[in-house]
């Protein structure tokens, strides 16, 4: 990277360049280090802090590494290759072979039947149609075994991942690094180089929270909904569009972030349930916590040996991936593969004159759908004064009763809390898009992640109303009343 | 005839089993308080309906009786992993079908720590006259964040464990702040007002008991029967016998909420 920027001095600097290149390689050396996921360590040191001792790098935080590397590979080298449907959707692979061994019967049965020169018409009819149910079933379920196949796929991810270029048959490497790693970082944890000059912050995507989409609160969102927001970017932030991108490398690009979610989400289970484990027996002294060295203490030398002995059972167990794969890493991936369940159903936008919709729209906006509490009286987003509002992101590392540790949080790398803002929604802009169903998701569903809550109690017909409100019947800033800009005097002012 | 012969058997069968485990139930209760002084939180500031909530509220996160009694722990059973739940007492089915409430009442909740089995449902209501939203933040379950509007309520389950009680809030009102237990088995209580709780009909033998309370997380050490039990993850062993098991005060040191 440093050296592609020496060069582009040219002309006459090149030479310049050149020498400065070659001075950056000699300092840094020729290869760099491999880039690596960096483990999400706000999560740890909230376990941490929640158990008043350290988690012990050897049986606590390696074991999670190397899970994760295990499932998912490095930044450079995705590797799926433990994803496997039996273990990641047992119940519906056992599903498939039964259907096939009865479709395989069923077939048997015909091919027999038609060498019977006296078949009668109306059982190979029969059994014909018995072959055609059995066969609609195994549609199905191949359908839903694809979906989990399809949710990640190896040779997406590989144009996405690694350092920017190209393959010898020209498909693209590194699309991730080109396009989305100075804000989003390697690891997904919305904390790359640009991320502490932008506002809103750029996403964590390890929390597996998005929210821009079409699914309730608590679920994830659809391939399409992650697909809408890289191709049509976030109005109002500066997360851009990639309309221009080629489709594949759109679809290339859904998946990795897919990819670093689902890696997160595995992540944050496994530092909960290893830090639950105590391994105070275990840990070298100087680790252990006064309370640990008591325990430890208080034990016969049996009962300290029968102890690390059960304990490392009990980790070898979960480090397994006839353990891991179905019980971490298959709920969320079911969770991922299947979130079309949970799309809410737009209902057609009923019609009706525009003037009256929106005087009912305003009549639910202060009134039954209690939006002005916080996007205001006249919806500049400045009803909520609350102290305390904060995001979950945020929230992850930042309790506002209790900001004692914000510091040792801060050098972990966790952003400055920035307070939540309800929506200025006079300014006609829309971050999770401006058309009537992106509007009417948010109203429905709420917005994950923020405090905006679903709006369950409105009726389809009366959410239609808050939309037409929302979108046509305020008065947008730049056209009502633009501040007057007063030349100031910049002599007098000083 | 016969079949008549075999059911009236079964009957029986089945009468004697119930009979001879109902001997094997025992109940669990015991009283919190804390010992030293107890340092009452700082009043919540209201910050927004004003005209309705009025300008402070006390702090629920910790409420103490007028002995130091506190109130709000919650006690659930703790499996190690791998373990299995015992099956519980016949008089927990009929229970699980009984609705939770959690209800807004004067810009607060009640009650502070809710207690469900996974798949019960939970009913939220809000019964003050101006709109709230219950957000609820589980680790295990999906997020919610539904608007209620005044006089409104909606029902919900919660299908998966939470190994810790999940945060419910209203973000219209970040001042309200309360906990909702979620557990596969239904051994659990929360403390009164006088810092009394029950568990009925646990299986006799030894069981472990997770010790929570909203302000400190879990109690990392008590005093029970003049014995001081440190565990990092609040966790306390006792014996249950057949009848009633009452372990007597529970002290909690203030320094430790």
């Known amino acids: 990277m440093q050296i592609s920027q020496a060069l582009a001095f040219g002309g006459p600097y090149r030479a310049g360049g050149l020498v400065l290149a070659v001075m950056i390689g000699a300092i840094l050396g020729c290869s760099s280090e491999p880039a690596k996921f960096e483990p999400n360590r706000i999560a740890m040191y909230k376990a941490e802090l929640s158990l008043g001792t350290k988690l012990d790098p050897t049986y606590q935080v390696q074991p999670i590494e190397k899970i994760l590397t295990e499932t998912f590979g490095t930044p450079d080298k995705p590797d799926l290759s433990l994803w496997d449907p039996k273990k990641l959707v047992p119940d519906l692979a056992e599903e498939r072979a039964d259907i096939q061994t009865e479709y395989d019967e069923i077939k048997a049965e015909l091919d027999k039947a038609l060498k019977d020169p006296d078949l009668d018409p109306e059982d190979r009819a029969d059994i014909e149609a018995d072959l055609a149910d059995v066969k609609k079933d195994l549609d199905a379920v191949d359908k839903q075994i694809a979906a989990v196949e399809g ?54 995507f390890r929390l597996g929270k998005f929210k821009w989409k079409s699914t309730t609160t608590g679920a994830p969102p659809t391939h399409d909904d992650l697909k809408r927001v890289i191709t049509n970017g976030v109005p109002g932030t500066a997360m851009p569009s990639f309309k221009l991108l080629p489709a594949e490398e759109i679809e290339a690009l859904t998946q990795y972030v897919t990819y670093l979610s689902l890696r997160g989400e595995l992540e944050r289970n496994l530092i ?17 916590s006064e309370e640990e060295k008591e325990y430890v203490e208080s034990l016969s030398a049996d009962e300290l040996k029968e102890e690390q002995t059960g304990l490392k059972e009990e980790l070898a167990e979960l480090s397994d991936p006839e353990i891991f794969l179905p019980d971490y890493l298959a709920p969320i991936v079911t969770k991922w593969a299947f979130a079309d369940k949970n799309v809410t159903d737009v209902p057609e936008k009923p019609e009706v004159v525009l003037d009256e919709s929106i005087v009912h729209g305003r009549d639910l906006f202060f009134k039954k759908g209690g939006c002005a509490t916080c996007h205001g009286q006249s919806a500049l987003g400045d009803g909520q004064t609350a102290e305390m509002f904060y995001d979950d992101w945020t929230e992850e590392y930042y309790d506002p009763k209790n900001p004692e540790h914000l510091e040792e949080f801060l050098a972990l790398g966790a952003l400055p809390p920035r307070k939540l803002q309800p929506r200025n929604l006079r300014l006609g802009n829309f971050r999770g898009g401006r058309r009537p169903v992106d509007v009417y998701w948010r109203i429905r569903n709420g917005i994950e992640g923020a405090k905006m809550p679903a709006a369950q109690q409105l009726t389809e017909e009366e959410i239609w109303h808050v939309v037409d409100f929302v979108r046509k019947g305020l008065p947008y800033d730049s056209l009502s009343q633009p501040p007057e800009h007063v030349q100031e005097n910049v002599r007098v002012r000083n | 005839m016969k079949h008549a012969t075999i059911g009236m058997l079964f009957l029986l069968f089945v009468g004697f089993t119930v009979d001879q485990a109902a001997a094997q139930w025992g109940t669990v209760t015991g009283q919190f308080v804390v010992k030293g002084n107890v340092v009452l939180l700082k009043p919540l500031v209201v910050t927004k309906d004003n005209a309705f909530c009025g300008n402070q509220l006390n702090d629920p996160l910790l409420t103490v009786g007028p002995k130091n009694e506190l109130q709000d722990v919650a006690l659930w059973l703790y499996l190690d992993r791998g373990d299995k739940a015992p099956t519980p007492h016949p008089m927990y089915a009929a229970l699980a079908k009984k609705q939770v409430d959690v209800v807004n009442r004067g810009c607060l909740y009640e009650p502070q720590v809710a207690l469900a089995v996974t798949g019960q449902n939970v009913k939220f209501s809000n019964q003050d006259p101006i709109a709230h939203n219950f957000k609820v933040e589980g680790f295990a379950n999906g997020g919610l964040n539904n608007l209620v509007p005044a006089a409104g309520n909606f029902v919900h389950a919660f299908n998966d464990e939470e190994r810790y009680p999940m945060n419910a809030g209203c973000t219209i009102h970040p001042w309200m702040k309360s906990f909702i237990v979620v557990r596969e088995s239904p051994y659990m209580a929360v403390t009164d007002n006088l810092g009394n709780f029950k568990i009925e009909n646990l299986p006799v033998g030894k069981h472990k008991l997770q010790i929570w309370h909203g302000k400190s997380g879990v109690i990392k050490e008590v005093t029970l029967g003049g014995k001081t039990l440190k565990d990092r993850k609040g966790v306390i062993e006792i014996n249950v016998q057949p009848g009633q098991n009452n372990l007597g005060v529970i002290t909690v040191d203030a320094a430790k909420l």
């Open chain 1, 151 to 204: 949710l990640v796929q190896l040779d997406m991810l590989q144009m996405a991942a690694g350092p920017y270029g190209s393959a010898e048959d020209g498909t693209p490497r590194g699309l991730y690094r080109q396009h989305c790693v100075h804000c989003h970082g390697i690891t997904g944890n919305g904390a790359g180089p640009t991320a502490a000059f932008l506002n809103p912050y750029p996403r964590d």
């Open chain 1, 272 to 288: 909960l349930d290893f830090s639950d484990i105590d391994v105070a027996v275990l840990k070298p002294a100087g680790m252990q």
